[in-house]
Each structure stands twice: as C-alpha cells, then as structure tokens.
C-alpha cells in the first residue's frame, strides 16, 4: 500500500489505529499486519516519509536532524528552570516515519539486566531476550550470547572508523582503570570500553525502523492491510463512554496547507506511540489525564490517570573538546565546518558516509575512593544504590570524532570529544498540555539537575573522562570554551599543549574548582535526547498510566507502546529499548487480538 498524505474518503474504519509513525510503531504496525492479512492497520504520523531520503540513509548526515531548521525533528520547547539559571531547554525528538530511529545518532546500547528486571510482569531480562534477539542482526563480538542472528535490523560497526583516535581512547581509559569490554551491551558486562557497534549496515546504512520493518512491506505487495497516512497531526482519541472509538486528526500546517479536522474509527484498538514528550500529550486532549491538568486546558475528564506526563526522565549531557594532533579524515570538523562536499561522497558512495563518529562507547562506575571524595550524601546513596548492584554503572560515555556543536568562530581544526551522561538521574520534569491546540506551547519542564546528587556525579564525569583524554597520544590539551573557567592559577586550568603529556599526574582539584564546576554544569548540562517515563508502567496508585499488557488504567481498547512506558531509566541509548517495546508490545496485541503468532 501506498504512504497518503490525504486518506481516500472511502476510508471511514480500520481495525487498528496507531498514534505516531516513530520507532516503535513502525514495528508494531508490521508485526500487526504480518500476523493476519485480514486486520487493516492504519498508521498516522505528523512527520514526513522518510523512504530514500539522503539525510536518513547515510549516517554521517545525521548533524542535519539537528540543525533548527530540520524538518524531520520536533523541538520541544521547554520554559524557564529555576534550578537551571532560568534557562529554557529544547529537547529534539524524532519527527518523521521512523521517529528518533531515522534521526538518532545511531549508538548500539542495551538496557542492562537489572534495568528490565525492575519492570513489570512478563519484561524481565529473560522474558526480553527473545525479543532483543527478535530484532536484530548483529555483526559484533560475542555474537552467540544475548545477540540475534535473523532479525531486520542490522548491527555492525558500518564501513568507516577512526582507528588511530579510538585506540588511542582505549589505552588511555585503561590507565585510568576501565579495561576494554568485548561486548559491553550483554545486559551483564560494566565498567569498561568499547568499539561501538551501531544501527549501521555492514553496507553503510542506517537502520532505521521505516526503512528495515515498514517500508519493505508497504512496497512487497502482500500487506494491502497495512496504511500509512503522514503530514498528519493526531488531535484527540474519540471515545464511546470509556472505550476507544477512533481519532480526530488534521493535516500538519508544516507540511500541508491547513485542512479541517478529519475522523477515523478503529473497530478493535488504538494504539498510542508518539514518543514520551509525544504521547502525554495526545492523551491529556483525549481527556486522560490528570483533572487539574485537564480542567486548566479546559478538556472534559474521560479517565483519571494522574500519572500522565509526569515522571519525564532524560539522561543529562555534558560533552567536552579537546585539541587534537589528528588528520582531516580523522573527525568529523571538515563536514561541520562545510569544508565537504556532500553530493560528491554520495555519488562516490563514500565509505565515510557509513560513519556516525562515535568509536567507543562506555558504562562506567567510581572507584570506593572517588565515592568518598565525592562527600557524605554522595556516599550514602552510592552505598544505597549501586555499591552491591554491580550490574549499574554511574556513567555512560562516547567518544564523539569532532567538536560537539556549531563551529562557527572555532579555529580550523581537528576536535575530539567526550560526551557524558548519568544513566539513573534522580531528578524528574513533566509535560502538560495547556490547551488544545498543537500550536500552543505546551507546559515542559526538563527537571534536570533538580537534585544535587545528580550534578556530584557530573562532577565525577567531568574530572574522570579529563583523566582518559589526558592520557590520550594525540590529545593537545582542552578547548577551553567547553570547559569550566578554571582561574589561571588552579591545576585545573586549561592549556593548549604541542605534544601529548608526559609522566600524567591526576589534576589536584581545590575546593574552589569544585565549585566552578558545579556552576559551569548547571550552565551547560543539554538533552541526551534519551525522553522516557512520562506514561510509565507501574500500578495507578504510584503515578502509573499502563498496566504491563499496556492498557491504559480507566479506559477500554487503549494502549500505549513507546519510550514513555519504562518505569525506571536504563544505562544505555533508548533506541535499543525502544525497538524492543515495538517487539513485545506487538507480540501483546497479537495475542490479544488472537490473530496468533507474528512469524
Ligand atoms: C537527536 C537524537 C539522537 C539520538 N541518538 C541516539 C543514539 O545514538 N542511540 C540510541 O540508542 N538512541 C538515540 N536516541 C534516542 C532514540 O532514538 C529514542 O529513544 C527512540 O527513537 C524513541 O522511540 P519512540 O518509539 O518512543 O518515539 P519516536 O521514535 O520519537 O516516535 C514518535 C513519533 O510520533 C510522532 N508524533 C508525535 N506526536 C504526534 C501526533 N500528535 N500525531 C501523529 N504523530 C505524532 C513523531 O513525529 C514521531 O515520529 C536519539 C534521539 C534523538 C532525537
């Protein structure tokens, strides 16, 4: 079946509804139409397709998702945070067929054992392998473990890497005391580095959700059940008393010249997969929500769900550059400063173009020491909730082939850089709707840094990833712009250096360093893109919106499946995660709809 812009009027009902054409929908929807070519599954995205487009297929394009002028991303506008300085961040979010999987930076990361065990019946670590196994085709280490063989989208180092950069990381992270691990997204390996893998083919494509699940089955020939309509902004789930009936949706006014509201009804189920900062918000228009929320923006209450939107998670990023002794081919400085020429590398098929410049990744923990170092409350909670969980690091860092931003004003150059970010943030936002109009700004607060313990363990990234680079052949000393402005008399302070370092001591941080540090953090800490936990899993009473068959609490023929569901954060990129919510969640409503198995 084709991809509509416009559905044909004849088309009044379908069987299946799904909100959102992102990362997990993608899969769900083929899944669905895979498992009875009777059931019409309609999927509805604000987005644009995504089938061929340069920009989605060759890795090393991914910077132009970023640029604010993209239009396959929605910026989520946050307002003022009084624990941020007042700063008011944008957190980007997938805005196409295919979501954050056809935008993201395509790191491969999994969740670790203990982080599925801590969800609901039927999601623990064993009850997921099948289906992290299910989706994948991995290309890497230690292939015959928690790793899949046959499934649709392919994992593997792509065709190009860094190589002197990334084994120069790896020695120096092994001085600072974190080995290299084979296979660190086993669910059980810590503390270590490792040679990326990513959502890369061995053949240098990204794989994404459209293009490896829904493409494929839209253009064989055999799924005339399965639809697709884009450029379209889902308004409001239609109810009949409290059972999902249908939606109301209208043409995205960025794509297409405004339309009236349109409805379609869904015979058996509508499913909900517009992303975390997405979904919340499609439901709170619905009427399910929290009553205050819902009274303010003036909509009747359908079902009490107070947890709607309210546990928003993210994992907080902080990314440093350095200079570098490194050739033009080494980082990705000559693409952001457009010192290349992209037609050319396509039409020559570049293999950098399977390259998305991250070479390493890692989950890392403190030693007992630096837990001390780091001050009572600090160590109170390190003793509470990861001294004996050995399976959680503190930690997950990449290192990043170039300077982390927009160029504009840096001296032509080669950059390195180390991204860090904390994987179980104790601070929590929320978003809200404050009307009905998706033109209005919605009520988003990220919560970063809400809680200190969350800024201490930034400290401890800052000073532990300054250690690695330090200890790096081709380092050449900090860019100073993206440090904290230590005073020129501190150990700390940054220097440009002619050579690598010799004989490396560990900086001797004073008092005062620490408290630039801080400063410079709640200055400077952005989104990892990593939104989670706004309609999370968990029993109604403790703020949760879907029970573990991912049925929304008070309402009939409702579910939810994307990164809005975990109950808890996880150590690792969400992409992985995401795709695996698609499989199971899928395998859910097949049963459910007793269409049987997916094949
Ligand atoms: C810039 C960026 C970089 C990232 N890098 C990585 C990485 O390197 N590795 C990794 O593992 N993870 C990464 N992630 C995270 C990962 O991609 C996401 O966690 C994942 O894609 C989320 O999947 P989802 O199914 O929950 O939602 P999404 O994939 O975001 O899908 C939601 C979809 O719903 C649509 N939608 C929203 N509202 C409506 C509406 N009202 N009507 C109709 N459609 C609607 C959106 O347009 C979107 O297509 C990154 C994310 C981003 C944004």
């Not at 390996?189 to 490792?194: F, L, M, T």
């Not at 309210?310 to 200079?323: F, I, S």
């Not at 020429?341 to 570049?350: K, Q, V, Y």
């Not at 919560?447 to 790096?472: C, N």
Request: charged share 20%; proline share 7%; aromatic share 8%.
């Amino acid at each position: 079946m084709a991809v509509y812009t416009e559905l044909p009027q004849s088309l009044t009902e379908v069987d299946v509804i799904i909100v959102g054409g992102g990362t997990a929908a993608c899969i769900i929807a083929s899944r669905l139409s895979d498992a009875d070519a009777e059931l019409t599954v309609l999927v509805i995205e604000s987005g644009p397709d995504n089938l061929n487009d340069p920009a989605v297929v060759h890795p090393l394009l991914f910077l132009s998702h970023l640029l604010p002028t993209s239009k396959r991303t929605i910026f989520y506008q946050g307002t003022a945070e009084a624990q941020l300085g007042g700063r008011k961040l944008v957190v980007p979010s997938g805005g196409s067929l295919g979501g954050g999987s056809s935008i993201n930076l395509m790191m491969y990361s999994r969740a670790q054992r203990s982080d599925w065990n801590d969800w609901g019946p039927g999601w623990s670590a064993e009850e997921m392998i099948p289906y992290l196994k299910k989706l994948e085709t991995y290309h890497g280490p230690n292939s015959g473990s928690t790793h899949g063989l046959e499934g649709p989208t392919l994992i593997s180092g792509g065709t190009y890497r860094a190589h002197r950069s990334e084994n120069d990381f790896i020695q120096a992270a092994n001085k600072v005391g974190y080995p290299e691990i084979e296979d660190l997204q086993d669910l059980d390996s810590n503390n270590g580095v490792q040679r990326a893998l990513r959502f890369i083919g061995p053949d240098g494509k990204r794989q994404d959700t459209a293009h490896r699940y829904l493409h494929p089955r839209l253009q064989d020939g055999k799924h005339p059940n399965l639809m697709v309509l884009v450029e379209s902004q889902v308004l409001r789930i239609l109810f009949q008393g409290t059972k999902a009936s249908g939606i109301e949706y209208q043409p995205n006014p960025a794509f297409q010249s405004s339309g009236t509201k349109k409805r379609i009804a869904a015979k058996k189920m509508v499913i909900v997969s517009a992303g975390a900062l997405g979904t919340p918000l499609v439901l709170e228009k619905s009427g399910v929500g929290d009553p205050e929320v819902l009274k303010r923006a003036s909509v009747p209450v359908v079902a009490e769900v107070p947890g709607v939107g309210k546990e928003y998670q993210d994992h907080h990023l902080l990314a440093y550059p350095y200079h570098t002794s490194l050739d033009a081919d080494e980082t990705v400085d000559a693409l952001t400063g457009g010192r290349l020429d992209i037609p050319e590398l396509i039409a020559t098929n570049a293999s950098i173009l399977g390259w998305n410049a991250q070479d390493v990744g890692a989950k890392i923990r403190p030693t007992d020491a630096e837990v001390d170092a780091l001050g009572p409350d600090f160590k109170a909670t390190w003793d509470r909730d990861f001294k004996n969980n050995i399976n959680k690091p503190l930690v997950s860092m990449a290192l990043i082939s170039g300077f982390p931003g927009d160029p504009t004003g840096l001296p032509v150059g080669q950059y390195i850089s180390l991204s860090t970010f904390s994987v179980y943030p104790y601070s929590r936002g929320h978003i809200h709707i404050n009307s009905t109009n998706p033109s209005d700004a919605v009520d988003f607060q990220t919560g970063f840094f809400l809680s200190p313990i969350d800024v201490t363990k930034h400290v401890w990234a800052y000073k532990t990833q300054r250690e690695i680079m330090r200890r790096m052949a081709t380092y050449r000393g900090e860019l100073a712009v993206g440090h904290p402005p230590f005073p020129p008399e501190s150990d700390a302070v940054c220097n440009k250096t002619d050579g690598p370092l010799t004989n490396v001591q560990n900086i001797k941080y004073t008092v005062e360093d620490d408290a630039i540090i801080r400063t410079w953090l709640i200055d400077n800490v952005s989104t990892t893109w990593h939104s989670l936990g706004t309609c999370k899993m968990a029993p109604l009473a403790q703020s949760g919106v879907v029970d573990s068959n991912l049925n929304v609490y008070g309402v009939q023929g409702l579910k939810i499946a994307d990164m809005s569901i975990p109950p808890g954060n996880i150590a690792a990129n969400t992409a992985n995660t995401a795709f695996a919510i698609g499989e199971r969640a899928a395998d859910i409503f097949i049963d459910e709809l007793r269409l049987g198995k997916s094949p």
